[in-house]
């Protein structure tokens, strides 16, 4: 369950140090934008150390690597992968063919390393006007694919706009690349919100990413976490109706009947479908059976 992914620079041992004690879901090592060009060898060094020798409990480790194009991306994976985490985060993604050569060389490293090629997963970092608008080319280009992440910043860039906390500027970006992921049967997470200091600004962004269909969002700020992983959890309220939604269905069943329904409502397979989600992820957080 990745509700919160949080950035960790990647050559700030007091950040790396706590990194599993903070709530997060998964923790990001960025060896890139926090890294300056003359820091990127300390900062794998760094994080190498970190993977080695400490233990951040149940947190997915991501590492974001610098991007195609540049003369550190092939050392990154080179000195990440045998420390086997769980994802890579490439940025600046612009179509396929780039996740394509990023996968063939993860898998030749793979190999060397006595790992099963494909093991370690992509989440990509979709930045650019070109990278949303060729998102499901490239949520669908390989099977490491497990989610497509939206980056606010550069894009907003490369539209020529402002970065506003209304946040309409990327509106369409949102809803194309949310659509982009589920369409290849994936996940999609949303950009993080900057100002650390507005925690009612925060929890409109990320309610408003829920409501478009976000599994989850990144953030820059230990102090965001605890909101992001409470509006992308269920409810109290979600979980009794989704488990309603199964007893009557239950209760249907055993009284022969063929149509189904709940306060007045009918249950069709949509309301079936998000009902088991959320049961699903209720129980991951939860560590409750519930389905």
């Known amino acids: 369950m990745r509700r919160t992914m949080l950035f960790l620079p990647g050559n700030s041992p007091n950040m790396i140090m706590n990194g599993g004690l903070l709530g997060a879901d998964s ?13 990127k060898d300390a900062a794998r ?60 060389r993860m898998s030749v490293i793979e ?21 949303i608008e060729n998102a499901y080319e490239i949520a669908a280009a390989s099977r490491r ?9 550069d894009l907003t860039a490369d539209l020529r706009c402002p970065r506003t906390k209304e946040g309409d500027e990327i509106a369409y970006a949102r809803g194309r690349m949310v659509c982009a992921a589920r369409a290849a049967g994936i996940e999609a997470y949303d950009t993080p919100f900057t100002d650390v200091e507005d925690l009612e600004g925060l929890e409109r962004d990320a309610r408003l990413a829920k409501g478009m269909g976000y599994t989850g969002k990144a ?19 979600e979980i009794a109706y989704a488990k309603d939604v199964f007893e009557a269905i239950r209760q249907a069943r055993e009284q022969g009947k063929g149509a189904i329904s709940l306060r007045g409502k009918m249950i069709d397979a949509p309301i079936v479908q998000r009902a088991r989600l959320v049961l699903e992820a209720a129980s991951e957080i939860e560590g409750v059976d519930y389905r």
């Open 145 to 153: 694919m497990e989610a497509l992440y939206l980056g606010a910043e």
């Open 219 to 237: 953030v820059i700020s230990p102090r965001h976490i605890a909101c992001v992983n409470r509006i992308f959890s269920p409810s109290p309220k």
């Open 27 to 39: 923790i990001i090592f960025d060896l890139e934008d926090a890294v300056a060009p003359d820091q």
């Open 45 to 104: 060094e760094l994080v190498s150390h970190a993977l080695r020798h400490l233990d951040f409990g149940k947190c997915e480790i991501i590492i974001r690597i610098n991007a195609l194009g540049t003369p550190f991306w092939e050392e990154d994976l080179e000195d990440m992968i045998p420390l086997k985490p769980d994802v890579i985060m490439p940025t600046k993604v612009s179509d396929a063919s780039y996740i394509k050569t990023l996968s063939d």
């Open 111 to 131: 190999e060397k390393n006595g790992l099963q090629s494909g093991s370690i997963k992509l989440i990509p970092l979709l930045e650019t006007t070109l990278g």
